[in-house]
């Protein structure tokens, strides 16, 4: 049975809010039909959709990560889950669109603002000009027409450099259609030293996670290990994210993992 909720529309956007409920899982639309979030009603901290599943790979290579930033909130998939289950990290979300932040906590179980979560309501853009010292920055930012203008120039991904610990991270959601897609990862790839590439099992999403530095070797080595681990953990099959970005670097020219 399909159950849908009011639209909402914010006065500073283009674009509706909706969220419709179906089969124990609430889905948000930012003004299109595509899914930007989901959330199973029974269990609401856990990653319903593969790419934010990838998004979060970034555990595989470095167990140190403390500050994580997030451009863009949806309905705090990422943010939630990271706060319910790891917490030693804290993280920072900002999001230009109050409309969405009230949906999140209403009725995708975001938490409150403690010690460890701060959801703001912001531009991204402005909000990385005055910045630093995260560990991981990750940009899932899209509405109705796709990423909005300014995420996708130069200048950002260089402020984003900027803002990143000499070890940092850079995380960002890319659609698999995008006609610029090749030109955005060559974009990505250009201001770090390394990147891997992780495609969601349907196709619709490309997930770029881009290294400040190269990861240290020991971890890398024990890689296959530690994602039997945080799998065990975290109940992700990371063993599959593993797998996948071995597939696809092999159209890349730097392989990272053998």
């Known amino acids: 049975m399909?159950?849908?909720?009011?639209?909402?529309?914010g006065s500073q956007n283009k674009w509706e809010v909706e969220v419709s409920e179906t089969h124990g899982f609430r889905h948000l639309y930012l003004g299109s039909r595509t899914i930007q979030s989901s959330m199973k009603i029974s269990d609401p901290f856990s990653l319903v959709l593969d790419y934010t599943?990838?998004?979060?790979?970034?555990?595989?290579?470095?167990?140190?990560?403390?500050?994580?930033?997030?451009?863009?909130?949806?309905g705090g998939s990422i943010p939630k889950f990271l706060w319910k289950y790891l917490p030693e990290i804290n993280v920072c979300v900002v999001e230009n669109s109050l409309q969405v932040i009230n949906v999140a906590r209403?009725?995708?179980?975001?938490?409150?603002?403690?010690?460890r979560l701060s959801v703001m309501h912001g531009d991204g853009m402005v909000w990385i000009n005055d910045v630093?010292?995260?560990?991981v920055i990750m940009l899932d930012a899209f509405d109705g027409a796709g990423v909005p203008d300014g995420f996708t120039e130069e200048?950002?991904?260089?402020?984003?450099k900027r803002c990143l610990t000499h070890r940092g991270i850079y995380i960002q959601n890319l659609w698999s259609n995008d006609p610029l897609l090749k030109s955005r990862i060559n974009q990505i790839e250009s201001h770090f030293e390394q990147?891997?590439?992780?495609?969601?099992?349907?196709?619709?999403?490309?997930?770029?996670?881009?290294?400040?530095?190269?990861?240290?070797?020991?971890?890398?080595s024990q890689i296959d290990q530690r994602a039997k681990i945080l799998k065990r953990h975290l109940g992700i099959d990371f063993d599959a994210i593993?797998?996948?970005i071995r597939s696809f670097q092999s159209t890349?020219?730097?392989?990272?993992?053998?």
């Open 106 to 115: 209403q009725l995708f179980a975001l938490p409150s603002d403690d010690e």
């Open 132 to 135: 630093h010292q995260y560990d």
């Open 195 to 220: 990147i891997v590439l992780i495609p969601t099992p349907k196709g619709g999403n490309i997930v770029a996670i881009a290294f400040c530095k190269m990861p240290a070797a020991d971890k890398l």
């Open 155 to 160: 200048i950002f991904i260089q402020k984003v």
């Open 2 to 9: 399909l159950k849908k909720f009011n639209f909402l529309r």
């Open 242 to 244: 593993l797998s996948k």
């Open 53 to 74: 599943q990838a998004m979060i790979a970034f555990m595989l290579f470095d167990d140190r990560i403390r500050r994580v930033a997030c451009i863009g909130l949806g």
């Open 252 to 258: 890349q020219t730097k392989k990272l993992l053998i």
